[in-house]
């Protein structure tokens, strides 16, 4: 069973501080991941993909990936009261043409103006 | 370029009925994927198509379950003798070969009461 972990939350954190999303994952074979952000009642929007070792930016937002922890985090910059959301970690399953995603329970994070 | 849309956005039915939502994904997208999301949750693979073909089922598909796209292009989920425990978002994604990065549509909210 190929699980994605995620702390629940709630994250606080004020307005233009940096916001820090972790996620772990168990299949050790994937290769692809993604984070996502889902406001209340709405569906999940794409924020960043990433597949190699590193940081990868774009805007405020920069995700991290190290695969040999089999870990993942998002870093939001200048948090605004706007990115208050629950944000998704998924991880692609590593089976042969696989294009399952495994989501987390996600962490909802709450900007305080 | 409009996004993935989905119909209808609610639904509510009785037990024991059968229920088939539409999918119609971003416009070239050869790839599409159904998820389910229950509160608190993240979302959960159901199936995916390439083109017209249906490549990948997760074992939540019950026999009760199933899904079409019969062209390529739009797709159908249809549940029989629906059950209370199949109250939740139906969510549909889809991707352009040859990334992997899925794009949610608004989905279907099912009750069933």
């Known amino acids: 069973q190929k699980e994605v972990e995620q702390n629940s939350g709630p994250l606080s954190v004020p307005e233009g501080a940096i916001a820090s999303l972790n996620c772990t994952y168990s299949?050790?074979?994937?290769?692809?991941f993604f984070w996502y952000r889902q406001y209340s009642g709405k569906s999940p929007e794409l924020i960043m993909s990433?597949?190699?070792?590193g940081d990868k930016e774009d805007g405020r937002f920069t995700a991290q990936l190290n695969k040999a922890s089999q870990y993942v985090s998002l870093l939001i910059r200048d948090s605004q009261p706007s990115d208050s959301a629950t944000y998704l970690c998924?991880?692609?399953?590593?089976?042969?043409?696989?294009?399952?995603?495994?989501f987390g329970k996600g962490t909802k994070l709450s900007v305080i103006p | 370029d409009t996004g993935v849309s989905q119909d209808p956005r609610h639904k509510i039915t009785k037990r024991g009925q059968n229920v088939t939502f539409r999918c119609d994904p971003i416009s070239e997208h050869n790839r599409l994927y159904w998820y389910r999301q229950t509160l608190g949750q993240g979302p959960e693979f159901l199936t995916y198509f390439q083109n017209e073909a249906q490549l990948e089922k997760s074992r939540l598909l019950s026999d009760r379950f199933s899904a079409e796209r019969p062209k390529g292009s739009f797709s159908t989920l249809e549940i029989q003798r629906t059950e209370q425990g199949d109250s939740a978002m139906y969510l549909c994604?889809?991707?352009?070969?040859?990334?992997?990065?899925?794009?949610f549509g608004p989905g279907t909210r099912l009750t069933v009461t």
């Open positions: 990433i597949y190699s070792n």
């Open positions: 994604a889809s991707s352009l070969m040859p990334t992997d990065a899925q794009y």
């Open positions: 299949d050790r074979g994937s290769q692809s």
């Open positions: 998924a991880v692609r399953n590593s089976g042969a043409g696989s294009y399952q995603l495994t």
